[in-house]
């Protein structure tokens, strides 16, 4: 988030001028306070009084609300929000500090219901970017707030398809950017809409073809995996810059000599993190790129064993004896989401199963969702009160 030197509204005690003999906090004081409270509390205050509200609702603060909660070790302001499968008109939300504790115990979440189907096109600082399936439509929404922006049409037919797409927020110009790749009858468009300046931008198309459909943001940029030759083992993270609108490339890790199976691309701990499967070791390996565009940054931050699952009528997940493994399903892909201060990491499977590996016992859980329906992709969302009406 940008740095500023906005002043900000002097505070005022709650309980005004009518009791001096009551102790008063230091208005610098209140305001560290009020920074580590939950979104939700601090909509309840802004009726405390006339400086608390004008405080909570001045877009700095959110700034810096929105800082102290992302470096939060204990993951108190982050859920994980999806698509419900077979309902396009709900989204769910699940605590991820939930989801880190008691893992024999179901998760709990809530859902949104939604007036219009909806599809989540990405997540930053709080903010969700949605696309209305029927209106061909985006929009901004925070779910903490509940404040939407304006819809801005994609121009899209009905027919069309949205294959490729990132969301996240340029720092240079403060603004929130979304790109899509739209395919339909004619040539396939590649453009970027700035929301705020509610506009669209034209770019050229992908200098190679991604092999998943989101793209990653960390620092600026959004990103994907590519294939940059016909060689299985031939990968690269194809970038693009929110401020200048311009593609780039960052080279994956060596994986050791290893050959690099499967990548997936995803961040961790702010840092664009890559897991690719280990076909002489039979397991995953996660590495972390701690300087962003810097091939020598990567750093091995630790192998998950080959895990493998059964489906049954509960959809749940379980350990299959070496001798039995025959008739499992294998794990195409396995999607890091986030990772808690010790070292226990939460990943994605295939089939949006939510399993925990600790990597200083070597445990794994797996994290039961009470849940009707299935879940689409999984998104990290942070609580915050960032305005998507900007």
């Known amino acids: ?56 609702s001045d877009p700095q603060f959110a700034k810096d609300h929105l800082r102290a909660s992302t470096a939060d070790p204990n993951m108190t302001h ?16 699940f605590s991820v500090q939930s989801l880190f504790q008691n893992p024999s115990t179901p998760a709990e979440g809530r859902c949104f219901r939604m007036r219009r189907r909806n599809q ?50 340029d720092h240079l110009n403060d603004k929130y950017k979304l790109l899509v790749v739209v395919e339909d009858i004619g040539p396939t468009v590649t453009k970027i809409c700035t929301f705020g300046a509610n506009s669209w931008t034209v770019l050229q198309n992908f200098p190679c073809q ?24 031939q990968w690269v993270i194809v970038s693009l810059d929110l ?10 890790p ?54 493998v699952e059964v489906e049954d009528i509960m959809t749940d997940l379980v350990m299959i004896p070496e001798d039995q493994r025959g008739i499992c399903k294998w794990y195409h892909s396995l999607d890091p989401l986030c990772i808690s201060e010790n070292g226990v990491v939460l990943v994605r499977t295939k089939f949006s199963k939510l399993v925990l590996y600790n990597p200083n016992d070597g445990r794994l859980d797996y994290r039961r ?18 305005s998507p009406r900007r």
């Open 1 to 56: 988030m940008p740095e500023t030197n906005a002043k900000r509204p002097k505070l005022l005690s709650p309980v005004g001028d009518e009791s001096p003999s009551l102790p008063v906090l230091p208005h610098e004081l209140i305001l560290e306070i009020l920074l580590r409270v939950p979104v939700r509390s601090l909509l309840r205050f802004r009726c405390v009084c006339k400086s608390w509200k004008t405080l909570i």
């Open 78 to 93: 982050q859920r994980i929000v999806s698509s419900v499968l077979g309902n396009h008109f709900k989204i769910a939300s």
């Open 120 to 169: 989540i096109l990405g997540s930053c600082n709080g903010l969700l970017c949605m696309f209305d399936v029927y209106k061909r439509c985006v929009r901004l929404w925070n779910p903490s707030t509940r404040l939407k922006s304006k819809r801005l049409s994609t121009g899209a037919s009905s027919g069309a398809e949205i294959t490729y797409h990132g969301f996240g927020y």
């Open 210 to 233: 991604p092999t998943g459909w989101r793209g990653k943001f960390v620092g600026g940029t959004l990103n994907w995996i590519a294939k940059r030759g016909v060689s299985d083992d």
């Open 243 to 252: 401020g200048t609108e311009t593609y780039g490339e960052v080279l994956l």
């Open 254 to 307: 060596d994986g050791d000599g290893h050959k690099i199976g499967n990548p997936v691309l995803d961040v961790l701990q702010n840092c664009l993190c890559v897991c690719f499967f280990d076909s002489n070791n039979a397991h995953w390996v996660v590495w972390l790129m701690k300087e962003y565009g810097v091939q020598k940054s990567w750093t091995k931050l630790m192998t998950i064993p080959h895990v």
């Open 369 to 386: 969702i009470r849940q009707t329906l299935g879940l689409g992709y999984l998104y990290i969302y942070h609580q915050s009160l960032v």
